[in-house]
């Protein structure tokens, strides 16, 4: 299996599936394909249909292959656990259903966090008490996915959350057992967060079992960052720009994927905002031919 290039529902502004501002899934999958893109990611659970026959003829009629599936929800706060754990089996029957191989935990916003996305150096952190049942949650929603329905499992680090910063990745890779956990590597929000995803791709390859590219406008990113802009206005400022108009060094990325013999798929996220992103299937389309442009195929 070679590099495939896949892309997500996120790239069309769906980040909750019953949003009103959502375009119709039917929609999503058409433009993906339009776009040339060959696989796509099932998004939120219950923004797809549940029903595996009428995804699966939707899915054949364009041409798409899913790729995984992402539980984003609040694995910071016990309070929602229920809700996490109905999102970790709900994405893992879909997935499944349809032959995908990709579950994706991301631990959603926290108002804790918010304010200080992309600030390190002021974030709070979580008491001892309160990391160590924080990782249980996410190593209990991995081993339901790698052993109850024997899908491969990455974590994800995400803007405003509390698995944001790269030590706070880093402590918990060293922290779960890697034959549940692995890495959902996302060069955008690895960027936003301040660090550089070239660097940590170099260290960690051999965990990274899936990647997400996005790009990050360091121009915007500045002006975020020095405003003090929650995560969902930056989306609406174009914080998350075109590939290859930011500052991730994807011919790099390209380069140590190759070196390494990665194989599988790779997923085009561009989050936006659904009203104020005139035309998704344009911006799918162009970041599809700038990834030809570098030698992706």
Same mark, same amino acid.
């Given at each position: $299996?070679?590099?495939? %290039?896949?892309?997500?529902?996120?790239? !069309?502004?769906?980040?909750?599936?019953?949003?009103?501002?959502?375009?119709?899934? *039917?929609?999503?999958?058409?433009?993906?394909?339009?776009?040339?893109?060959?696989?796509?990611?099932?998004?939120?659970?219950?923004? $797809?249909?549940?029903?595996?026959? %009428?995804?699966?003829?939707?899915?054949?009629?364009?041409?798409?292959?899913?790729?995984?599936? &992402? =539980?984003?929800?609040? #694995?910071?706060?016990?309070?929602? !656990?229920?809700?996490?754990?109905?999102?970790?089996?709900?994405?893992?029957?879909?997935?499944?259903?349809?032959?995908?191989?990709?579950?994706?935990?991301?631990? @959603?916003?926290?108002?804790?966090?918010?304010?200080?996305?992309?600030?390190?150096?002021?974030?709070?952190?979580? @008491?001892?008490?309160? !990391?160590?049942?924080?990782?249980?949650?996410?190593?209990? @929603?991995?081993?339901?996915?790698?052993?109850?329905?024997? /899908?491969? =499992?990455? %974590?994800?680090?995400?803007?405003?959350?509390?698995?944001? +910063?790269?030590?706070?990745?880093?402590?918990?890779?060293?922290? =779960?057992?890697?034959?549940?956990?692995?890495?959902?590597?996302?060069?955008?929000?690895? @960027? #936003?967060?301040?660090?550089?995803?070239?660097? +940590? $791709? *170099?260290? #960690?390859?051999?965990? %990274?079992?899936?990647?997400?590219?996005?790009?990050?406008?360091?121009? &915007?990113?500045?002006?975020?960052?020095?405003?003090?802009?929650?995560?969902?206005?930056?989306?609406?400022?174009?914080?998350?720009?075109?590939?290859?108009?930011?500052?991730?060094?994807?011919?790099?990325?390209?380069?140590?994927? /190759?070196?390494?013999?990665?194989?599988? !798929?790779?997923? =085009?996220? *561009?989050?936006?905002?659904? /009203?104020?992103?005139?035309?998704? /299937?344009?911006?799918?389309?162009?970041?599809?031919? #700038?990834?030809?442009?570098?030698?992706?195929?």
């Amino acid at each position: $299996m070679s590099i495939r %290039i896949g892309n997500a529902p996120c790239s !069309w502004g769906v980040e909750f599936p019953n949003d009103p501002r959502n375009p119709t899934w *039917q929609k999503v999958l058409e433009e993906c394909s339009d776009a040339g893109y060959k696989g796509i990611e099932l998004g939120p659970v219950g923004f $797809m249909p549940e029903d595996p026959e %009428i995804l699966g003829e939707a899915l054949e009629k364009f041409d798409l292959e899913l790729i995984g599936g &992402v =539980v984003f929800r609040a #694995y910071h706060d016990e309070k929602q !656990w229920e809700d996490v754990l109905d999102g970790t089996h709900r994405t893992c029957k879909a997935l499944v259903a349809h032959g995908a191989k990709h579950l994706v935990l991301i631990d @959603s916003i926290s108002e804790r966090r918010a304010p200080t996305a992309g600030r390190v150096n002021e974030a709070e952190q979580m @008491s001892k008490e309160e !990391w160590s049942s924080y990782r249980e949650r996410i190593t209990t @929603s991995a081993r339901i996915g790698a052993e109850e329905y024997g /899908l491969t =499992v990455g %974590i994800h680090a995400h803007a405003a959350g509390f698995m944001d +910063f790269e030590p706070e990745l880093e402590r918990l890779l060293s922290e =779960v057992d890697e034959e549940i956990l692995k890495i959902c590597f996302d060069t955008g929000h690895h @960027s #936003y967060a301040g660090f550089d995803p070239v660097e +940590f $791709m *170099q260290k #960690y390859i051999s965990r %990274i079992s899936y990647m997400h590219f996005k790009d990050i406008d360091p121009e &915007v990113k500045q002006k975020v960052l020095d405003n003090r802009t929650g995560f969902y206005d930056a989306c609406g400022q174009g914080i998350f720009c075109n590939l290859g108009d930011g500052d991730v060094d994807f011919p790099t990325v390209r380069k140590i994927l /190759l070196e390494n013999n990665f194989e599988g !798929w790779c997923t =085009v996220e *561009q989050d936006c905002d659904p /009203l104020l992103d005139p035309n998704p /299937l344009s911006d799918a389309q162009l970041n599809r031919e #700038y990834l030809e442009t570098i030698g992706f195929k």
